[in-house]
């Protein structure tokens, strides 16, 4: 996936100018923030699996190579392989390697979005190889040959009737307009796929040391078709997947769903635990486990290793209101939101990812709803302060800080400048209630009226209010 990041404020704004993406921002941003919420509160013992989630993910990754020595030996004993991948270059190589052994001519991929961190579709096809995304989200954004914008929809951005023009476009059937009739078309196109791919590659949201098990979850099923239908599986997963037992999994499973999509849990949950076995009626005849490195080692023991931690369900992004205004494409790379705008200065580096975590407003709703309990808006302000040791903290902006840093230690002069600055707005705004454009900042309002104050600061309210009690 082409790296982008730089240009996150030139996507930002065409993201908040762009009517179809705003409104498909619009159909989905109450879905997910509301189910969530109503499934969380349904289950008395939610906050407390939160907790146990996020326990079991650091005693693993303060024991992460003993957990991967143990999960490989398991894989190794049911007669599957797994490979080290330091880089995106380097998983790549492997699995292109996986591939001409077979002779394969059809790639068949389930959802992953590790996948899209190796720039895998790109270098398979580049190969010569025919790839179909069998993920309905994923075949959307394939044949509009854009980028995933959500890690579990990846086709939020788009409205009915764009999928339905690309779908009169690539399927060269009569346009149809009915949700049923597009996801019957798409799984009528996809069906002969399944049967005629060498290879199927999924992710691994889970890899279960005790057993060598890769678990995927999915609502389609089309993951278990990928997997089984092709004469070779090949499982693409970060190092920090991995966990120790099948009981731990049971814990990650009742938080996923409910964290993701509000669901009690996904309409399929699937283990794959090696190749065909002797007596199967299903299944590949060669299984390949993909565990990419790409930065993540480096995180360990540092000020970022809760990050890994994440188990990548997007609720920090379905409750941030700054992806809910622009989405996900306007980040840049594979990972947009709260987690994105650690992750991706992590992995690709601080150059050009400046503006990533200065976007955040660190309101705080990414970590009071984080199944794991990533401290998010502690990291952002840890890259922060790293880009400001870097000296890459624009000129303007440090002198912007010292000036406030230089008036918010005078309490006197701080409180005269807010007296000033609450009346002057508000006689801009002419009893409107609120302002159209900013003097020195018109980016505030570019998008958006911004609500205008009432004249008097809140110190003058609230000492207002206690003379009247």
């Known amino acids: 996936m082409e790296f982008r990041s730089p240009e996150f404020k030139t996507r930002a704004v065409h993201a908040l100018h762009d009517a179809n993406l705003q409104k498909a921002l619009s159909n989905t941003k ?23 989630a996020a326990e079991i993910k650091d005693h693993v990754l303060n024991n992460l190579d003993h957990y991967l020595e143990k999960y490989e030996a398991a894989v190794t004993a049911a007669g599957g392989h797994v490979h080290y991948a330091a880089d995106a270059e380097d998983a790549r190589r492997i699995i292109l390697g996986i591939c001409k052994k077979a002779n394969a001519k059809r790639i068949t991929k389930g959802k992953s979005m590790v996948s899209e961190e ?39 951005h788009k409205t009915k009737d764009q999928v339905a023009d690309l779908f009169a476009a690539a399927h060269h ?8 009739a597009l996801v019957a078309e798409a799984r009528e196109v996809l069906r002969e796929k399944y049967f005629t791919a060498e290879v199927g590659i999924t992710g691994g949201n889970f890899l279960v040391a005790e057993t060598g098990s890769s678990v995927i979850v999915t609502n389609e099923g089309n993951g278990d078709l990928t997997q089984t ?23 990650f499973l009742r ?51 809760a990050m890994l931690r994440c188990i990548r369900c997007g609720a920090c992004m379905n409750h941030c209101p700054v992806y809910g205004s622009i989405g996900g494409h306007a980040y840049g790379w594979v990972y947009p939101g709260p987690m994105g705008s650690v992750l991706t200065p992590l992995i690709k580096g601080m150059d050009g990812t400046y503006d990533l975590p200065n976007a955040c407003t660190l309101n705080g709703r990414c970590k ?8 998010l808006p502690d990291l952002l302000r840890e890259v922060r302060h790293q880009q400001y040791r870097k000296n890459m903290t624009p000129k303007r902006q440090k002198q912007a800080l010292k000036l406030w840093r230089y008036v918010a230690e ?10 000033i600055g609450v009346r002057v707005l508000a006689s801009m705004a002419n009893g409107k209630g609120k302002l159209r454009s900013l003097p020195f900042d018109p980016g505030w309002t570019g998008a958006r009226d911004l609500p205008a104050p009432t004249g008097r600061t809140f110190l003058e309210l609230w000492q207002a209010k206690r003379g009247d009690q």
């Open 30 to 52: 109450a879905g997910f923030v509301v189910k969530r919420a109503q499934a969380a509160e349904a289950m008395p013992e939610f906050e407390a699996l939160r907790d146990t």
């Open 255 to 305: 938080i996923l769903a409910r964290s993701a999509t509000g669901q009690e849990t996904e309409s399929y949950t699937t283990f794959s635990t090696g190749p065909r076995r002797e007596g199967d009626i299903d299944g590949p005849e060669d299984y390949h486990v993909v565990l990419l490195d790409n930065g993540r080692s480096k995180m360990l023991g540092s000020r970022f290793q």
């Open 410 to 419: 005078r309490p006197k002069l701080y409180h005269f400048a807010e007296r």
């Open 118 to 156: 190796m720039g895998l579709n790109e270098a398979l096809i580049a190969d010569g190889y025919e790839v179909v995304e069998t993920d309905l989200g994923e075949y959307i954004i394939q044949l509009a040959d854009e980028p995933p914008s959500h890690i579990i929809a990846p086709a939020i």
């Open 229 to 251: 239908l092709a004469r070779v599986h090949i499982v693409t997963s970060g190092i920090e997947r991995v966990i120790p037992t099948l009981d731990d999994l049971s814990v």
């Open 368 to 375: 009071s709803v984080c199944p794991v309990r990533i401290p």
């Open 173 to 180: 059937k009569p346009r149809k307009t009915d949700r049923a």
